[in-house]
């Protein structure tokens, strides 16, 4: 009897075992779980071929752009131009438009730097070809002296402005003088119609703009402002006669 419970007993405890062996769920109470460890072979997924480059554009690369292009603005006030006068020999002056007014500190500097200088904006005047006065203004004796002939320009000489591609041709109607000590005729210089300040403009003008330091010298007057201009300037008035030719 007690070997058939012996028996028994045996029999239950290696069923038992049998059961605990082959469930990988249960975990026996107190004992720490470790997941069992893949020894299987990670598979590797295939990834999507990379999208191939777009191949080079058979279209020839733009060409650099032009001077004339590179300064070709929807305002023609900011365009910059090149000034040339026959009569006295000058060829190419480049003029730089600025917004200020003539003969300010940035009108001088770019003076200084042997260009001529325009300015525009509520105190300066309109581009090249528009209606009212196109101001440019240069130096007579110093960075060059681009403008050292301007007072032998007589009436009815030619003045050729290109701005944009486009040729301007003003004819010179006559001479004014300017005052850096009066405010009238600073306005009259710098006036939408030469010389009549709140006068209404109805055709394109030009005032070309030099130092009178000789003539100022000449007569004894050697005043001069913080900028080192004299008291005088020599301004040639001209209008527009034609205007559209376009430079190759």
Request: hydrophobic share 30%; glycine share 12%.
């Amino acid at each position: 009897m007690s070997r058939s419970r012996a028996l028994s007993g045996a029999l239950t405890g290696a069923v038992v075992a049998l059961l605990l062996g082959c469930s990988s769920e249960t975990v026996p109470t107190g004992t720490s779980a470790k997941p069992p460890r893949d020894t299987s072979t990670t598979a590797q997924v295939p990834t999507a071929p990379a999208t191939p480059a777009p191949p080079p554009s058979s279209a020839s690369p733009a060409p650099p752009k032009t001077e004339t292009e590179t300064e070709t603005d929807t305002d023609t006030r900011t365009r910059t131009a090149r000034l040339a006068i026959p009569a006295i020999g000058l060829k190419d002056l480049r003029v730089v438009p600025y917004e200020g007014t003539t003969d300010d500190w940035p009108g001088t500097r770019i003076q200084n730097g042997g260009a001529g200088a325009s300015p525009y904006g509520s105190t300066g005047g309109v581009g090249p070809g528009e209606v009212g006065n196109y101001l440019v203004t240069a130096h007579r004796l110093s960075a060059g002296g681009p403008l050292r002939d301007l007072p032998a320009l007589d009436k009815g000489d030619s003045v050729v402005v290109t701005s944009g591609g486009t040729v301007y041709e003003y004819e010179i109607t006559g001479t004014r003088e300017t005052s850096f000590r009066s405010e009238r005729s600073l306005a009259e210089q710098r006036a939408a119609v030469p010389g009549f300040p709140g006068r209404s403009p109805t055709q394109a003008m030009i005032t070309i703009s030099t130092c009178a330091t000789p003539e100022d010298n000449a007569a004894g007057n050697f005043w001069r402002d913080d900028r080192g201009n004299p008291e005088h300037r020599i301004d040639k008035i001209g209008v527009l006669t034609e205007a559209g030719g376009r430079t190759p």
